[in-house]
Each structure stands twice: as structure tokens, then as C-alpha cells.
């Protein structure tokens, strides 16, 4: 039977990690895992991190899984929410991300909404509606760098990325870990690889933005490797 998760993850029992209660940590054994995005860049990059550890990795969008609403207020609670939506679905361990671009001068913005930011009509006080379909992200950056044009020269262009990967299990059982990559936005954006914000964002310590970096380089040190390192010392 499907179980209802959309006030699970934010609730303050033991199934959240972002409450009071200490994780209880269970090892992933190898085999399937559900990977529960239908972002294809996302899919892609989890399914390379996870290729050394014996994970076969099955996309969500392969069983025909319904994305969930998202309707946490945190990266955390977002990711907990997908992951368990997929475990008791599919009745296998998933794994899910929630990312985002949080922007310092923007107040954090656009956060849990930038894959909304991409939308032509993202229902968000203060972004107009625009003609169009799908999830843009040039129109998305447009949107972040348009914000900032519009703040007193000299504005702050710091931002970090934020990844919250959530792992659960059919039983109920999730555990969580978050990573960060700060640095500067650019415009206009540059290199074609990557996904998302990545073209406009340049790394601290760093001169080329995630767009133009091969993807090893940027593995190394995104938000999701941060995560991810987390995530394989703890559970592999």
C-alpha cells in the first residue's frame, strides 16, 4: 500500500535526521538502488559517484515513479521526502538529492525553489511569468542575475550551493547528510557542461566556473561530493 510521506519528513519523531534525534546509521549492502530524481544531470553525476561501491543504480524515471509534491521547507526534508516515496514504491533502498543555489544578497533565494526559478510560470512572488515550457535554466539564471542588476552597485555576488542526499529503506528507516561548495556568481555564464546553475557559478579558490569543468574536476569538489563523501563513510 502507498504511504502518505508528505508531512513524514518534517515531522519530529525519529524518521527526520534534521530533528533532535541522533541518525541511526545502516550499512548499504550492494545491489539495487533506486536513484529518485528525473533530473538526468543529477541522475548521471549520483551514478558515477556510486559506481566504485557495487550500487546498480536505477533511475526513478526507468519504474515510472511519480515525482512527489515537494512541500518540505528544507533541503533535507525535500530529500528525505523523494527518497522515501521511492523506497515504498519500489520496495528497494533509495537514494534522493535536493540542490540548490542560495544566493547571500538574495536572501538565501532562490534555494528550495531554484529548479521553480527555471519554470516559466513559477507561481513565486516577484518573478514574472514568461511564455515558454519546461524548466529553463538560462531563463533561471536570467532570473538570479536580473535580482542582482537590480541591487546598489557593489552588491556581494557570494553564493554556495547546497546538497541534501536522503537515503531510506522500504521499512521506513532514512538517514541524511548535507554538503556545501560556496563561491561567486558570473555573467554572463560559461562552458556548456554541467547542469543547473553551474555555467554562472565559479568556485572559491577557482577561475573557471562548474560549466567548464570536466566533470572529475568538478566532483571533486561540489556540493554533492561533499554529501556523497559523508554519505560513503558512513554507510559503505
Not at 85 to 108: R, T, W, Y
Request: charged share 25%; glycine share 12%.
Amino acid at each position: 500500500m502507498r504511504r502518505d510521506f508528505r508531512g513524514a519528513a518534517e515531522g519530529s519523531g525519529t524518521v527526520s535526521g534534521e530533528g533532535e534525534v541522533p541518525q541511526a546509521i545502516r550499512k548499504l549492502q550492494p545491489g539495487k538502488l533506486v536513484i529518485a530524481s528525473h533530473n538526468e544531470g543529477k541522475v548521471r553525476e549520483i551514478r558515477d559517484l556510486l559506481a566504485p561501491y557495487g550500487i546498480e543504480p536505477i533511475s526513478a524515471a526507468s519504474l515510472d515513479l511519480p515525482e512527489p509534491e515537494e512541500t518540505g521547507t528544507t533541503f533535507v526534508a525535500n530529500a528525505e521526502l523523494k527518497a522515501m516515496q521511492a523506497a515504498d514504491l519500489s520496495g528497494l533502498p533509495a537514494l534522493a538529492d535536493d540542490s540548490g543555489l542560495c544566493v547571500e544578497a538574495l536572501g538565501g533565494d532562490p534555494g528550495i525553489f531554484s529548479a521553480r526559478w527555471g519554470l516559466a510560470d513559477p507561481g513565486i512572488a516577484g518573478l514574472e511569468p514568461v511564455t515558454g515550457e519546461g524548466r529553463d535554466f538560462d531563463l533561471a539564471m536570467r532570473r538570479v542575475n536580473d535580482k542582482l542588476e537590480a541591487l546598489p552597485e557593489g552588491t556581494s555576488r557570494a553564493a554556495h550551493f547546497v546538497c541534501a542526499l536522503a537515503l531510506a529503506w522500504p521499512d521506513g528507516h532514512v538517514e541524511w547528510f548535507e554538503g556545501r561548495v560556496d563561491g561567486t556568481l558570473i555573467w554572463p555564464p560559461r562552458g556548456d557542461r554541467g547542469f543547473g546553475y553551474d555555467p554562472m557559478f565559479v568556485p572559491e579558490g577557482h577561475e573557471r566556473s562548474f560549466g567548464e569543468m570536466n566533470p572529475a574536476a568538478k566532483h571533486a569538489m561540489s556540493h554533492r561530493a561533499d554529501a556523497f563523501a559523508q554519505l560513503v563513510a558512513a554507510v559503505f
